[in-house]
């Protein structure tokens, strides 16, 4: 695997090295060992798929503030994605900066979320698989966000949401 730090502090973009053949490709996507002699101590204890059938849905940006913050791997499985990180975290050189990558189930990339950084994709293609590895398991009602066009982040979104939920879209301004 191949860890390169993105311009937010603690997120990282996580390549995986693709082994084929005349079968097809194998490709390791998350060890224990190799994240930690990156730096991240990352032991996922819960896995979730967000399937999303629609081109251009709108999921986030979503986050657990402390003490229920989560750390996750974001990977796509079948389609493409914009995936987003928006550092929310006061103290943090990069407090408010967004970084962006586009996860495919072709490219192998995903996204590493530390605590304290909100996350939210828009779907590139129809029937869009994303799988989240996550650490510590969600807790229920910890829940919170920030709009997706807040101005105080002014993400560059490739093409505004077709779809998204009324939650997502009435999230309030981050200040």
Known sequence: ???????IAGVVRV???????????????????EFAAAGLDFAPVQTSLSRNPHLHT??????????NAE?????????????????LRPDSPTYRR???????????????????VAHGFLTLEPDTD????????????????????????AIAWPAPPALISPRDATYPDHG
């Open 98 to 116: 967004w970084t962006a990558a586009e996860l495919s189930a072709d490219n192998l990339v995903a996204l590493f979320i530390p605590e304290g």
């Open 1 to 7: 695997m191949r860890f390169t730090p993105t311009d």
């Open 15 to 33: 390549e995986a090295d693709a082994h084929q053949d005349d079968r097809g490709l194998f490709a390791r996507l998350q060890c224990p060992e």
């Open 130 to 153: 994303v799988i989240y590895q996550i650490a510590p398991a969600y807790r229920p009602g910890h829940e919170a966000g920030v709009r997706w066009d807040d101005p105080a982040f």
């Open 58 to 67: 709108l999921r986030g940006m979503h986050y657990q503030p402390a003490p």
């Open 71 to 87: 750390t996750k791997l974001v990977r796509v499985s079948q389609g493409r994605i914009f995936d987003v990180a928006v550092d």
